[in-house]
C-alpha cells in the first residue's frame, strides 16, 4: 500500500514537472533593423517584442538587433524567406526584388502626404499587397512607415532638379528608385545602408536621401552639410515574418503577432510624425543648411519621361487608382 501510494505520487510530481516545464517552455525569435535603436524603426520593434510576449503569456520572445546587427535590409530579408531568420522590419528599398508587385508604391510623387499614404496602405490596396507575400515565402504583418525621403549633399544647396546633376547619390537596392533618379541626373550608387555613413565621410559618395527620421538617427549631419526637402518618394517600411515559422503558430497566436503588429506600427508612424515636427530645427540646430522651400513642381516636370514609363510598367489605372484615395 505504501508503494502504490509512494509510485501514484511520484508520477503526480513528475506530471506536475512536466506542465511547468512545457508552461515555462519559451520560443525565442530574431527581428531586426538596419538603424538604430533610437528611431522610428526602433521604436517599431521595440514595441512589437514587449506586445507578443505579452500577448503570448511569455511562451514567445523576440530578440531585437539594430543598426544591421545581422546584415543590411537585403540580408534580413534573405534571411526571413530562407527561415534562418523568423522575423524583420525593412524599408522597401529591397522588396521588390523579392516581391515586384511593391513596386507602384515607390513612384515618386505618388502620395500627396503621409496621410494620403496611411490611408492606401491600411485600405484595400496595402492589405492586398501584404497577400503577394505569401507566395514568396513571406507572412507580411503588416505595413509601418519611413516617411517621406529628402535629399542631403556634402556639396551644395539644391533648390532645383538642374542642382542635381553630376552627383554621386547612395540609392536603395530598389530598381524604381534609380530609374527615377537617373532621369534626375543623378549618378547612382546602390548601396546597403550600414555602408552609407563611412561612404559618405570618405567621399565615396556625395549624397544619399532618406526621411528625416533616418537622417536623425543616422547623424548623417556629421558628414552632410545640405539638406534640400524635397519629399520626392513616400518611403514604407513593410513588417515580415517567415511564413512556416508563422504557420506553425496556433490560431490564437497568430492573432497575437498580428495585433502586436499593430501596435508596433502606431509606435512607428508616432515616432515619425514626432521626427517630422521637430527634425528641420534639430538638424540645423546642428549645423545644416536647410532648403525647406523647394519647388516641387520642377522636380515633378523633370521625372514626365520616367513616369511615363512607370505608367507603363505598373499600369497607368493603377497609379490613378492610388492617387485618388482620399
Not at 546584415?71 to 528599398?93: D, H, K
Not at 484595400?124 to 535629399?151: S, V
Not at 556625395?206 to 526621411?211: L, R
Request: some cysteine; aromatic content about 8%.
Amino acid at each position: 500500500m505504501k508503494l502504490s501510494k509512494l509510485i501514484i505520487g511520484m508520477t503526480l510530481a513528475t506530471g506536475t514537472l512536466g506542465f511547468v516545464a512545457l508552461a515555462s517552455a519559451q520560443t525565442t525569435m530574431k527581428i531586426s533593423i538596419s538603424t538604430a535603436q533610437n528611431s522610428h524603426q526602433g521604436a517599431a520593434i521595440d514595441t512589437f517584442a514587449k506586445e507578443v510576449e505579452k500577448r503570448t503569456g511569455g511562451r514567445y520572445k523576440v530578440q531585437t538587433f539594430y543598426s544591421g546587427a545581422l546584415g543590411g535590409e537585403r540580408e534580413s530579408i534573405e534571411a526571413v524567406q530562407l527561415g534562418t531568420q523568423e522575423l524583420a522590419f525593412s524599408s522597401t528599398g529591397p522588396v521588390p526584388n523579392f516581391v515586384p508587385e511593391t513596386k507602384i508604391l515607390d513612384v515618386p510623387f505618388l502620395f500627396r502626404d503621409k496621410a494620403h499614404a496611411r490611408a492606401v496602405l491600411d485600405g484595400p490596396i496595402g492589405q492586398d499587397l501584404l497577400t503577394k507575400f505569401d507566395a514568396k515565402g513571406f507572412k507580411a504583418l503588416a505595413w509601418g512607415e519611413n516617411g517621406f525621403r529628402h535629399m542631403t549633399n556634402s556639396k551644395r544647396d539644391v533648390k532645383a532638379p538642374e542642382d542635381l546633376k553630376g552627383l554621386k547619390m547612395r540609392t536603395m537596392e530598389n530598381p524604381v528608385h534609380i530609374a527615377a533618379y537617373k532621369g534626375l541626373g543623378i549618378v547612382t550608387t546602390p548601396m546597403a545602408f550600414p555602408e552609407v555613413f563611412t561612404a559618405l565621410q570618405q567621399g565615396t559618395v556625395d549624397g544619399q536621401e532618406n526621411p528625416l527620421s533616418v537622417i536623425m538617427a543616422s547623424k548623417f549631419d556629421q558628414v552632410q552639410k545640405h539638406l534640400s526637402l524635397t519629399g520626392h518618394v513616400y518611403s514604407p517600411c513593410i513588417l515580415v515574418m517567415s511564413k512556416p515559422a508563422f504557420d506553425k503558430l496556433s490560431a490564437a497566436d497568430k492573432t497575437a503577432f498580428l495585433e502586436a503588429a499593430k501596435e508596433a506600427v502606431k509606435a512607428n508612424r508616432s515616432r515619425v510624425d514626432q521626427d517630422d515636427a521637430n527634425g528641420v530645427t534639430e538638424l540645423r540646430s546642428k549645423g545644416m543648411t536647410v532648403i525647406d522651400n523647394v519647388d516641387k513642381t520642377k522636380f515633378v516636370a523633370a521625372l514626365a519621361p520616367v513616369n511615363a514609363d512607370f505608367e507603363k510598367q505598373f499600369g497607368k489605372a493603377n497609379i490613378d487608382a492610388i492617387r485618388a484615395i482620399k
